[in-house]
């Protein structure tokens, strides 16, 4: 019996370890945030929609918990140290705020925002930075006297920014402030306490944290950068171009072996490949044929009498029962087209127009995108909320962010900025990455002959912090104006 008994206890102590690891990660989030919850019950659900898996509520809750121990806890308790109510009170506003963004942020047109208003707004900085540089040292900027910001600003004013960058942070406590009221019951709303806390930590993240890290040059360069992955081996065109020179100079029957069977197996990949491509064009079609969207914004643009602007004016949105009578009725809708935006971003992005070649493959896409409209706008929906906008990719987004900013379970060392010449470095290997990634014959077409200049005149307007911040806060409004129409009016 005693041997019998010490393989039993042996597994009751490893899944015990494991129950325990498991409740300390667990801990955190129940013990500050739910401290009256009973013991072995599950945490309420953080976001309302039945597709959010589990592990998507525990990790919002892990951040949420992790965020209000370290910038509230630290000074609340140096305050008071037996009020036990207050995180969670902050905790129960929070959930009020994320269940409301949610619901607005499913009833809104996230395909308008992503496919026509970011890529107007890139295009528009594109141009503007361009215009600026060639502006600047003229009599335009007062004989020179202006700086390239300056001179940008005047292209892009904006209330909440200033023309060497600064941001005006009653603008944007204003706007959190209206974000805490549309979001927020009244009888949450009221207490001024726990709504200006809340609004000066969201405020803080924003104008301190975010703004300034996301829109300097190398950070977005060292972005983009971590996003291409390692630069693909040249080992094997080196070894291959080798191999035929040996072969174009010596023809001998091993080379010629050798030259013939590679042929062939790049033959039998591209048939791999156009045979996978095919059965997934097969699978995609019928899906992406029942895919619905542009359900809010589009009818109400159109029957407005025309596109609105981004900084404009907007009407409220329509009632949902008549949202899905505008929907049914697609003689009176036409939905716009979502592929004209990426494509003009594109074309501004690489100077399409000064190469005929490019030009010309562009306007072949052009006209294909017009041909298949309706398919086209189902596409790109159907690509938005299956792998971008996905719960999936929201639950990385939060797990990789738990990570960055709390790497121990606090808030780590701030992270050091290259210098000078780290930065030449990052930009170089990401001008050097994005050639290499273009294939041969569409970097010939899009790019031209010195693929390396036309990828550094992409680089170049999102080269300078000032004029950076501005292109943030016009997507930061875009954003806010897709979920709060009424702000803009």
Known sequence: MAGQSRPQTGRSTRSAASTISYNVSASLARRLLFPHLPPGSDLPPLFLSQACPRELHDEAYDLTALTLRAFVNIWWTKLTRYDKEFLPQITSITIHVIRSLEHRLLDADLALLVFSDIPALITQHYRDYRQAVSKASTSYAAGGALSLPQVFHQLQPHVAISADGSLDEEYFRQAIDHILRECLPAEDYAPETERFIVREIILKVVTKDVIPRITQPWFLQKMVLDMLGPSPDVLPESSASSASGHGYSRLSKSNIIVLLLSAIQKLSGTCIMLIHAYKQIIYIIPVVNQTRCLQTRASTRILNGGDEPVSGTSSPSPAPSTISTHAESKHD??????????????????????????????????????????????????????????????????????????????????????????????????????????????????????????????????????CNRHLAVFLLDALLLSVFPEMGS
């Not at 971003?345 to 127009?353: A, R, T």
């Not at 030449?424 to 294939?439: F, G, T, W």
């Open 333 to 466: 809708v036409v939905p716009p087209d979502l592929t004209r935006g990426p494509l003009g971003m594109i074309s501004e992005v690489l100077c399409v127009q000064d190469r005929l070649a490019a030009t010309a493959l562009v306007q072949l896409v052009s006209l294909f995108c017009c041909s298949f409209q309706t398919f086209m706008n189902k596409l790109l929906c159907y690509l938005l909320y299956s792998y971008v906008l996905s719960a999936s990719t929201i639950l990385s987004v939060v797990r990789l962010s738990k990570r960055t900013l709390f790497p121990n379970g606090y808030p780590g060392p701030p992270p050091v900025d290259p210098t000078a010449e780290e930065q030449l470095v990052i930009r170089d290997e990401l001008v050097k990455r994005i050639a290499e990634r273009v294939p041969a014959l569409a970097r010939l077409v899009l790019l031209g002959d010195p693929a390396v200049s036309a990828v550094e005149g992409a680089v170049v307007p999102l080269s300078d912090e000032a």
